[in-house]
């Protein structure tokens, strides 16, 4: 993303052999544990004619389901074209395409004219260096529940996306993964007026939607 970013690490790894590769893991077993835990939670609050916002949304297998759920648009920002082709094919195999609206770009820069009820973050805060800068441009974008999930921050997490760094050193890829502190986020979302709605979290993930108080 702008200023702290190359957008070409993104997308030497965001590229479209990775979106087959998500595409089939969804077909296969649809949304994964934690992510589906913060969806039912969503849904579970009532969804119906809502607008969705997901940043780094990938092939879209979020914002597919939430629509079948009950939402009425959706819009994601991705900083890699990688996804663009098997996110339309999707989008289009279950009638959504005119459902969703795809942007290419740097969503701290964008977010000005992007507003929806509810915001989802998958597995993005962990690719960004600067946590408050994202994070907050999403909470100021909701205005209703921003779901996100990130890993927590033990060792084993730690090594794991320190392994995946040398990785992309060793290929000269400009990407790094962070590891942010679980204390730091939940701050920068209390601080901006939310409060913890939903928790849930496996061996690495955390997942937590926040809900704007009132």
Not at 129 to 142: I, K, N, V
Request: net charge positive; hydrophobic share 40%.
């Amino acid at each position: 993303m702008a200023d702290c970013c190359n957008p070409s690490g993104y997308r030497h790894l965001f590229n479209e052999k990775e979106a087959r590769r998500s595409l089939r893991k969804y077909e296969r077993r649809g949304l994964d544990k934690i992510t589906k835990q913060m969806f039912d939670y969503v849904v579970s609050r009532g969804l119906q004619g809502r607008s969705i916002l997901e940043v780094g949304g990938g092939i879209g297998a979020v914002q597919v389901e939430l629509l079948k759920a009950g939402a009425a648009r959706a819009v994601n920002v991705e900083l890699s074209g990688g996804y663009e082709r098997v996110a339309t094919e999707l989008l289009e195999r279950e009638g959504l395409g005119d459902r969703v609206d795809r942007h290419l770009g740097d969503f701290t820069s964008m977010a000005d004219d992007l507003v929806a009820d509810d915001v989802f973050m998958n597995r993005v805060i962990c690719c960004y260096p600067f946590m408050e800068r994202l994070l907050g441009t999403a909470l100021d974008s909701s205005r209703r529940f921003v779901a996100a999930s990130f890993p927590r921050d033990h060792l084993g997490a730690k090594i794991a996306l320190a392994f995946g760094n040398t990785y992309c050193r060793l290929r000269n890829v400009d990407f790094r993964g962070f590891v942010h502190p679980v204390d730091a986020i939940i701050a920068t979302a209390l601080s901006r007026g939310f409060e913890i709605a939903h928790q849930s979290q496996n061996l690495m993930w955390k997942g937590v939607v926040f809900e704007r108080g009132v």
